[in-house]
């Protein structure tokens, strides 16, 4: 069974441009998290969705987006990118059907996000 | 307001013995845990997880203990082999959190198994 895939592995960009990272969950789960990953301040978390709803938001300022397709997949956006955002950027599914569902996220390896 | 800590940032052991790593909270909503290993370049992998109506769980050389008294978790691998160097994250969740998208990770502790 393929686990989450991330892409790119890697990206540069420069400040004031705007990033797409995608991420492609496990076959069958349905809830896709994005988490943000930085030396100062650990494993961050920014959104969750599910059904192509946004279920869950932390505390990232609205530059940072995302949205899901009908096939699960989801992709996060950043724009108006500032030096501080770069981080490693995670993307996590679990099966996540009901609120009792304490189904563990597995997570991919990430995007690694550089802003000069 | 760090709400999962991790207080040792590393954790040395010798292979064949025990590694014990910890981690407390502050938030008595928390009601699920779970521990994940990390390599560098790779993603955190799920290791084992802790509702809180138990004290314990078992995986195979994987022991998490849960003390809700306390507000304090721990992860037990016995025995250590060089393979379980890597850094270690106690995550936990809330049901005012709705569903299993959003945790809130420790800072993890880096631990090394020497040969």
């Known amino acids: 069974k393929a686990g989450v895939t991330q892409t790119p592995r890697y990206l540069i960009k420069t400040r004031g441009q705007q990033v797409t990272l995608s991420c492609s969950p496990i076959?069958?789960?349905?809830?896709v998290s994005w988490y943000q990953q930085t030396p100062g301040q650990g494993l961050q978390f920014l959104f969750e969705y599910f059904s192509e709803t946004q279920r869950n938001k932390g505390n990232f300022p609205g530059r940072f987006s995302g949205r899901q397709f009908s096939n699960s997949r989801s992709e996060m956006n950043v724009s108006t990118l500032e030096l501080g955002d770069s981080a490693l950027y995670l993307c996590?599914?679990?099966?996540?059907?009901?609120?009792?569902?304490?189904?563990?996220?597995?997570f991919g390896n990430g995007t690694r996000l550089t802003v000069t | 307001d760090q709400q999962v800590k991790q207080n040792s940032p590393s954790l040395s052991v010798q292979e064949g013995r025990i590694s014990i790593l910890n981690c407390d909270y502050t938030n008595s909503m928390f009601d699920y845990f779970l521990w994940y290993k990390k390599y560098p370049a790779e993603g955190p992998t799920f290791l084992i997880s802790?509702?809180?109506?138990?004290d314990k769980n078992e995986d195979g050389r994987f022991t998490v203990f849960l003390n809700k008294s306390a507000k304090h978790l721990s992860l037990h691998i016995v025995p250590s082999q060089p393979g379980d160097s890597a850094v270690y994250f106690c995550?936990?969740?809330?049901?005012?959190?709705?569903?299993?998208?959003?945790?809130?990770f420790g800072q993890g502790t880096e631990l090394s198994v020497k040969p």
């Open positions: 996590a599914s679990s099966w996540g059907a009901t609120p009792e569902d304490n189904s563990p996220l597995h």
């Open positions: 802790i509702s809180s109506i138990k």
């Open positions: 076959s069958g789960h349905r809830s």
């Open positions: 995550a936990a969740s809330a049901p005012i959190y709705n569903q299993g998208g959003k945790l809130i």
